[in-house]
């Protein structure tokens, strides 16, 4: 009697290990396909980290959108009178860019305008590379030097140097980037190229801009590294640019355009100087304080 009630035992058991072992294995098996597409969708256009404000993923969103409906690039595109694709140019340094006028699409900062007007609501990046990387709507601007650690999905990245930024693209998280890369091909996530000419990033703030804001005038005035006529240039702005000031100070007298000032303002987003002359306004602008260094 003991024997068979052991023997019983024994066959329960194996057959509770069974039921166990099959039941493990059931959802094991659905939650694989799950696994699977996760990591899928991780590969592709969104964002693929933490951390990007609403705006930024709707910045995103819009940019990817694009990208799944196979897009084009398009040398020019995305610059009309409101955000979207356009028809291009042919770029006269670049023989692939000979069918760009018969593609509607977006050139890099084209792209750019249409993501972030889409995640604002308005066109707050209307420009090139350069105007979009020296927004005045800055929340935070990162060196080639940080690399990518600090920062998140949404945020821009530009190539070139200080006086010529010629590519900017809309950073994902993990080493992945959206961007209008060239002529001949369609919008694409690529992973970021840190060498070359990469110069920095900057994190785009989609809401109220804080701060002393001024309008430049003329055309082809310099910024500069230090307020002097002798310091080294940083960017000219293309024509009247609208900037953000932190403060002022006396330094260098400047005659020019038939004025003369020396007053001398430093602009945070640019990381630069300009003569108050080139500013709208008195030659000491009011409500700007003075600066400490």
């Known amino acids: 009697m003991r024997d068979r009630t052991g023997l019983i035992g024994v066959i329960i058991g194996l057959l509770t290990l069974l039921t166990w072992a099959f039941t493990s294995s059931a959802v ?23 951390g990007a404000s609403p705006a930024a ?9 694009q990208v799944a409906a196979g897009v084009w690039y398009t040398w020019g595109g995305g610059h009309g009178p409101r955000p979207g694709a356009t028809y291009g140019h042919v770029d006269p340094t670049d023989p692939a860019s000979e069918h760009d006028p018969e593609r509607r699409g977006f050139d890099c900062s084209g792209l750019v305008r249409y993501a972030y007007a889409q995640a604002a609501g308005s066109d ?3 420009g090139d590379a ?38 900017i693209a809309i950073y994902l998280g993990a080493g992945k980037m959206v961007e209008a890369r060239q002529s001949g091909t369609k919008l694409m996530v690529s992973d970021v190229r840190l060498g070359g000419d990469y110069f920095g990033a900057v994190r785009v703030n989609t809401g109220a801009v804080t701060g002393h804001v001024f309008s430049t005038w003329g055309t082809g005035v310099w910024t ?3 307020p002097s006529t002798h310091a080294a240039r940083v960017y000219a702005f293309p024509g ?7 403060c002022q100070k006396h330094a260098e007298l400047v005659t020019a355009d038939g004025y003369t000032n020396d007053a001398w303002s430093y602009l945070p987003d640019y990381r630069a100087w300009v003569t108050n002359i080139y500013i709208r306004g008195p030659a000491w602008l009011d409500g700007v ?5």
Not at 28 to 50: F, H, M, N, V
Not at 289 to 293: A, G, K
């Open 124 to 126: 707050i990046l209307n």
């Open 57 to 65: 993923e709707q910045a995103i969103a819009a940019a990817c959108s």
């Open 224 to 226: 500069k590294a230090q």
């Open 289 to 293: 304080p003075t600066c400490t260094t």
């Open 28 to 50: 094991a098996a659905e939650r694989a396909p799950a696994t699977i597409a996760d990591a899928r969708a991780d590969e592709g256009c969104a964002a693929l980290a933490p």
């Open 130 to 167: 350069s105007a979009q990387y020296y927004t005045l709507r800055a929340a935070a601007r990162f060196t080639a030097a940080q690399g990518l650690a600090p920062l998140l999905p949404g945020d821009l990245l530009a190539w070139g140097t200080s006086q010529d930024l010629h590519h």
């Open 240 to 246: 009247p640019t609208t900037v953000r000031i932190e």
